[in-house]
């Protein structure tokens, strides 16, 4: 019988400074661990705790792991901490990911913001791993200020990509900032795209008030409740549908999700906060 | 099949002593105090005159949970060990909560080794209620103050207390009934001996309706009709969030999991956790999806009612009235679901 709350242990190989509170840790696991993207994981500090996490890194690979991590509580504070060669360790994956078969031969729509760019960073290069597969990206990803910005050298790459159209807005500049992309929360991107909403998919990924009106743009812009995909990030202390402090009315985010259509959830109880 | 109750408690002494079927340990209802008739817990069983245990009267203050999942647990699977136990004298509510936390904590998606290991090496023993406490409305929730199914052996008192009526409920129930007859006297019932079980029955039965008449105003009890905010606020204006009423729910069983360290080991804990608390489903940045005391209020009706009816098929008050009994504001849950039905 295997142990559910067995972790696999893992090493950090490399940490990468994305943003002042935004760091992505590289990890190798003793073992291998599949997962499906938009799945998450739990990473636990020993002897501190643990969190869920989305991992950041394809789905493709399976013996090193990318998870990056906002430093904005007590697990994340002493993440924030770790050192190359430091111990993690992982359980998981839990829940179900991003139903990326429904995706083929689609205009697919990523809308991110902040961290949430983690998990859509997943997503998006695992699209990219088999981008013949999908007729086109578009990717519109939002942050408070340039700085904030993360994956800054990727994404100069993937804008190199044929299908692929990857837009970026700011909040707001500070003085000390040079921006020339769109200024402006993520969904006013939304208007500088032309994709036909019918039958295709979009994603939404970020803090919750950006969820909420992504959600809500992507509504007005066409696209349906069924084909708006949501990557709800609860409470998931044990990741597997036990400790239920993750539950969305009579769905568990964890096991259920964390990937939701709107459709599913539209209905529930506060899935906003 | 009936035993005397002597001969049933020399046996409970025999399996401990001589190890029977590698039983070592019984759990009985203790009378905590003589003189309070409404204090039972579950203690381990000595044959020390002194101590009153009683199979007979109604549920334990402790819900069944704390003896399969217990309130601090390491669950990492180096550290799980139990041994071969009895339990007796769990009463037709608790048997009720403990089928619903198999279903939670062990099903398709996962099983929690630490409460299956303790389930798997425990016989239950369920006994009829003989008497009910002012808190009980198992009436209420579609239950009975006696089991009909899922113990491995039920016992119904007889002819005042001299002897029980004993069934097996399991084939599990059968090895030990007959590992039993080998050590005691366990004689062939005589005829009229059910129809004294079934009076019996009955007549608790009459009691707990007499003692929830009031509540009995609607077809479904627990059906929760109005969700109107304003209502709970008011339902839950005495309320301070203590957590109590989850802690000793019998099938409250969300928890926390704490990080020890243990040489190089990762080692996982769970402790119970109350969604009643401010903290409970709060993230990361602070967000939380019931900031107020009246909606974590209502999350445990809503989770009792129509969360564990999706998830479990069944609803998750099993009537035993111990919420009622430990609330420091006392909160009647009966009275709740009443105004809210």
Redesign the interface.
Known sequence: ???????I?GKIFEIIQESPLIKTFRIRPEKPISFKTGQFVEL????????PFTPSSSHFISDTMDITI?K??F??DHIHKIEVGD?V?IRGPYGHGYPIDKFKNKDIVIMGGGVGLAPTRSLFLTLLDEIDNYKSITFLAGAKTPNDFIYKDAICKWREVDKINFLRTVDSIPEDQKWNENTGVVTTLLEKVKIDPKDNPSVVCG??IMMKFGTFALKDYGFTDENIYLSM???M??G???????????YYAC?DGPVFTYEMIKNE???W? | MIIRKEDLFLFFNRCISEKIDNYEEVLLPKKNNKQDEKQFSFTKYNSDENIEYDLESFRTIDPIKTLFYLSREN???TS?HSKKRIVAGIKACDLKALNILDK??IND?????AY?KLRDNTLVISSDCNRITDSCHCNLVGGKPYSESNYDINLSKVNNNDYYYIVAGSKKGEKFLNTMKEHVAVNKAPQDVFSLVEENRKDILEKLEKQNKEYYHTENFYELKNSEEKLWIENSDACVGCGACTNICPTC?????????EA?K?V?V?SY?S?QYHG??????D?????KMH?RFRNRYL?KF??FN??FDTIGCVGCGRCIDACPAEIDFREVVKKSN
């Open positions: 019988m295997k142990n559910p709350f067995e972790v242990p636990s500090v020993p002897g501190i705790g643990e969190g906002m904005t509580g697990v994340t111990r360790g803090p919750p990030e609860k409470k202390y044990c597997f549908g036990e400790c239920r402090h993750c539950v969305i009315g009579k096991k109880e506060a899935i906060e | 669950v990492s699977s799980l939670a904590l998606d996962f099983v929690d080794p299956k069983y969300c928890f926390i999991l704490n990080d020890e360290t190089e990762f996982k769970r956790d969604c409970y489903a709060r993230v990361a940045g967000g939380s999806p019931r900031p909606q989770c129509s969360y999706s998830n």
